[in-house]
């Protein structure tokens, strides 16, 4: 499967943006999906992951602030952002994970896009 993550750019703070990710290859609406971050000289940290049944889980950090959707006619999932801060500043990933798994660990998806720049500025 390929995933082709788009919507990223320059924000001032307190604004929003809309990522999105595109996967062709496979039918994902049995996968779970998930996005992930990393900001400059960090790990690559989770953001949010939304379940085949559509249950959103979202990181402590942007709970309430972010909004995880998904399309499965159309293959997309997408993140809203809202409220964004500097603190959000980073690439953001989105990846596929087969099968069942813990949606917060890096270690459980199985193919990931190439990111997309996010830059909040204060």
């Known amino acids: 499967v390929q995933l082709q993550a788009y919507g990223g750019g320059l924000v001032q703070a307190g604004g929003s943006l809309r990522l999105s990710c595109v996967a062709s290859?496979?039918?994902?609406?049995?996968?779970?999906m998930g996005w992930f971050r990393q900001a400059p000289g960090k790990e690559r940290d989770f953001v949010a992951a939304i379940s085949r049944r559509g249950d959103g889980y979202y990181a402590d950090s942007v709970r309430g602030r972010f909004t995880i959707s998904r399309d499965n006619a159309k293959n997309t999932v997408d993140l809203q952002m809202n409220d964004l801060k500097p603190e959000d500043t980073a690439v953001y990933y989105c990846?596929?994970?087969?099968?069942?798994?813990?949606?917060?660990?890096?270690?459980?998806?199985?193919?990931w896009g190439q990111g997309t720049q996010v830059t909040v500025s204060s």
């Open positions: 290859g496979r039918t994902f609406s049995s996968d779970a």
């Open positions: 990846a596929i994970q087969y099968g069942s798994g813990g949606y917060s660990f890096k270690s459980s998806y199985h193919d």
